[in-house]
């Protein structure tokens, strides 16, 4: 069996002006850089406000990543020429008008999940983390799993899936970015919030997935890679059954799609042969590539140690406690009800949260043995101060107290978005010249 596997990510950014309000100006950035090498990995989104960045997959983290920072580099001066700034964090913090792309997929998903998702969708930047599955598992010219009875790299594909669903709750707190929504104050993860089936009354938003719960939710744990098929062919079911009520006609084109298009949860397989954590606030990239690293190496130690994930009671006192080739994690209705609820209005404030934030960090980095990483140490030193990048623009908003309720100004708003845009031109010339250093360190 393979011992290592590629790794790839996508990231999407809110485009700028100068003024630090959001512009509705990526078809012009997608042209600039169409001609250019960089333009293959430059794609349009739901929004005319918003771009998609990508990365070629390659066996570790730090690789992919030296690629992809000075790709993206390359695609910011082209932004800078246009005076435009590419917005790093999960939502603007103030109020913005987003154009959505008339597309019939687009508003087939409004048709199901309502004009909120309109308002939504257009405003919020996730990050996707791919990993290769198993070899031989999907079958790659039809995008679908294979039948398997026995198949240890099947086994190993259902432990690996459980293991991302159980970290879930530990990476989405540690990319956190997304306290403000509309110019108003949201707990500390309005993304979350909103782009899940959950409702936060204490918060004031319900989420958008919430009538369609199979749709948007944490997938529950997986006994084996048949569960994982019928989960994908449910989540069509479910669409297209309320689709054919708003529009039957659209319901029929789409009847051979492919199952696996018809999930927007946090953890999924997908078609191209990845385990896909898009569940992530979008970050500045030296939590991104931490975060990648974490789950990256954690992949790898299940495939290495034989490790099995077992929920459990254990697994809510000792998070990722490892006895013999056993790995304790909650059950599932913890993940969702406490830790997930805990993380997106409380963050790391939260006790349990922080346990088991810390220790989900403790266990991924028992499998890296390069921890001086720039990107590692801002996770770690992020944990032991508990302070999220939530947490860090909630203090320049000027937030003092309370989970909801607080409002800022544009002129605010569009200071904080300033402020992280500018911080992540610093970062990429950082991080380009760390990584160059940690490569010849390591080999």
Not at 136 to 144: A, P, Q, R, T, W
Not at 344 to 359: A, Q
Not at 364 to 375: E, H, L
Request: net charge positive; hydrophobic share 40%; glycine share 6%.
């Amino acid at each position: 069996m393979k011992k290592n596997v590629t790794f790839g990510l996508e990231v999407e950014f809110i485009l700028l002006d100068e003024a630090g309000h959001v512009s509705n100006s990526a078809d012009i950035l997608l042209k600039k850089c169409s001609t250019k090498k960089i333009g293959y990995y430059l794609r349009p989104e739901a929004s005319k406000c918003m771009v998609e960045v990508g990365a070629t997959p390659k066996p570790s983290v730090r690789h992919t990543a030296k690629g992809f920072l000075k790709n993206l580099k390359k695609i910011h001066n082209e932004a800078r020429k246009l005076g435009l700034w590419l917005y790093p964090l999960a939502t603007y913090p103030g109020k913005a008008h987003s154009v959505i792309r008339h597309k019939p997929w687009y508003e087939m998903q409004t048709s199901v999940l309502g004009k909120e998702w309109d308002s939504f969708i257009g405003k919020m930047c996730g990050f996707h983390f791919h990993s290769a599955l198993p070899k031989g598992v999907m079958d790659l010219s039809k995008g679908i799993l294979k039948p398997h009875h026995r198949s240890k790299a099947a086994k190993l594909m259902v432990e690996q899936y459980n293991f991302l669903i159980a970290a879930d709750p530990a990476a989405i707190t540690i990319m956190q970015s997304s306290p403000f929504f509309e110019g108003k104050l949201h707990g500390k993860d309005s993304r979350i919030a909103l782009y899940r089936d959950m409702n936060f009354p204490q918060l004031g938003i319900t989420g958008i997935y919430n009538k369609h719960k199979i749709l948007g939710r944490l997938p529950k744990y997986a006994h084996n890679a048949y569960d994982m098929k019928v989960s994908s062919e449910q989540t069509k079911t479910e669409f297209l059954d309320a689709l054919s009520d708003k529009d039957p006609k659209a319901a029929k084109s789409m009847k051979n799609a492919h199952a696996m298009r018809f999930y927007w949860g946090p953890v999924r397989i997908n078609k191209v042969g990845t385990y896909e954590e898009r569940g992530l606030d979008m970050n500045l990239p030296k939590y991104m590539l931490g975060v990648s690293t974490l789950l990256k190496r954690s992949l790898l130690g299940i495939i290495n140690e034989g490790l099995r994930i077992r929920p459990s009671e254990i697994g809510i006192r000792q998070p990722f406690k490892i006895e013999g080739t056993k790995v304790y994690v909650p059950p599932y209705n913890y993940l969702v009800e406490e830790l997930t609820r805990k993380s997106v209005t409380y963050g790391l404030s939260s006790p349990v949260v922080h346990n088991y934030t810390k220790r989900f960090y403790q266990f991924a980095t028992r499998f890296i043995d390069y921890k001086f990483d720039m990107s590692l140490m801002s996770i770690k030193r992020m944990i032991d101060q508990k302070e999220t990048m939530s947490d860090r623009v909630m203090k320049r908003a000027g937030v003092k107290s309370g989970l909801a309720g607080f409002e800022i100004d544009d002129d605010m708003a569009a200071e904080i978005a300033l402020r992280a845009a500018r911080k992540l031109e610093r970062q990429l010339d950082e991080l380009i010249d760390h990584y160059i250093v940690l490569d010849k360190t390591i080999q």
